[in-house]
Structure formats: C-alpha cells, structure tokens
C-alpha cells in the first residue's frame, strides 16, 4: 500500500471509491471536477490516498485555517475496511497540520456514524457533546 497526493488524474477514481464507500457527495458543488482540482492546486498536501497498487481504496481531504485543522472526506473502500488504512490517513493529515503550525485538529462525524466515530476515538480524538454545528450555505439562499 502507498499513501500519496492525490492529483486531478485520481478525480475519477476518489468519486468511484466515495461512491463505493456509501460516502455522500455534491458533484456539483463543493466535490466537482472543478472544486477538487483547485483544492489540490492550492493545497496539494491536503488531498491524500491510499492506494494498493493503481486501485484507490482510501481518500482524505484536510482543510486548514492557519490555527485549526480540519478532516474532511475520509472513506475507505468496504473491502479494505479494518485494516488500518483509515488510521494511517489521519495520520498522515496530522503530519502535514503540524508542519503547516496546526494547533487544534477536529472533524465533524454524524452521530450515527458509529465506525468513524470509533475510529476517531481510537486515534485519540475525543467528542464533544457542547458544540452545535451551524452553517450557512449558499445552496439553501437560492
């Protein structure tokens, strides 16, 4: 197995694997051709896979505001579930936050996730149960 960047080449295959992976997306939006190829111009170590051999079977995005680092789009392919393939990508986007100067690193997992959320933990993050999520998106302005 190799975890490396991932370029606009691998664009088709991280969709197939979301897919695969039951990992929800908004080709249009946010995870289109477009938003994923500037993400990776702009931020290349911040778009990484796991790959076994040409197949990609684990994918993490990882965004940073210049003090919190934040773990976007972790999947892993079923087949290679449990493996420690989802271990080695969040650590793999520690090392890069905590050479950008991260100093907090968070992800958002929905509470009936119960294997990211075992996951996480497992990795030493810990829940918090006094934080609301709000957003504000465009999509709902239209």
Same mark, same amino acid.
């Given at each position: 197995?190799?975890?490396?960047? /991932? =370029?606009?080449?691998?664009?088709?295959?991280?969709?197939r694997l979301?897919e695969?992976?039951?990992?929800? *997306?908004k080709?249009?939006?946010?995870?289109?051709?477009?938003?994923?190829e500037?993400q990776?111009?702009?931020?290349?170590? +911040?778009?990484?896979?796991?790959?076994?051999?040409?197949?990609l079977i684990g994918?993490?995005i990882?965004s +940073?505001?210049?003090?919190?680092?934040?773990?976007n789009? !972790?999947? =892993?392919h079923p087949?290679?579930?449990?493996?420690?393939?989802g271990?080695?990508?969040?650590?793999?986007a520690?090392t =890069? +936050?905590?050479e950008?100067g991260?100093?907090?690193i968070?992800? !958002?997992i929905?509470?009936?996730n119960?294997?990211s959320l075992? /996951?996480f933990?497992?990795?030493? *993050?810990?829940?918090s149960n006094?934080?609301? *999520? =709000?957003?504000k998106?465009?999509?709902?302005?239209?």
């Open positions: 197995m190799e975890i490396r960047r /991932l =370029v606009p080449d691998d664009y088709e295959k991280m969709i979301w695969e992976a039951g990992l929800p *997306y080709p249009k939006g946010r995870d289109s051709r477009e938003s994923i500037k990776m111009k702009e931020n290349p170590d +911040f778009v990484i896979g796991a790959f076994d051999g040409e197949r994918t993490i990882a +940073f505001d210049g003090r919190k680092g934040w773990i789009r !972790l999947a =892993v087949e290679y579930r449990r493996r420690g393939i271990q080695l990508l969040i650590r793999k520690e =890069v +936050f905590k950008k991260a100093w907090v968070c992800a !958002l929905e509470r009936e119960k294997p075992n /996951l933990e497992k990795c030493g *993050y810990k829940p006094d934080i609301v *999520y =709000v957003s998106r465009e999509s709902d302005l239209v």
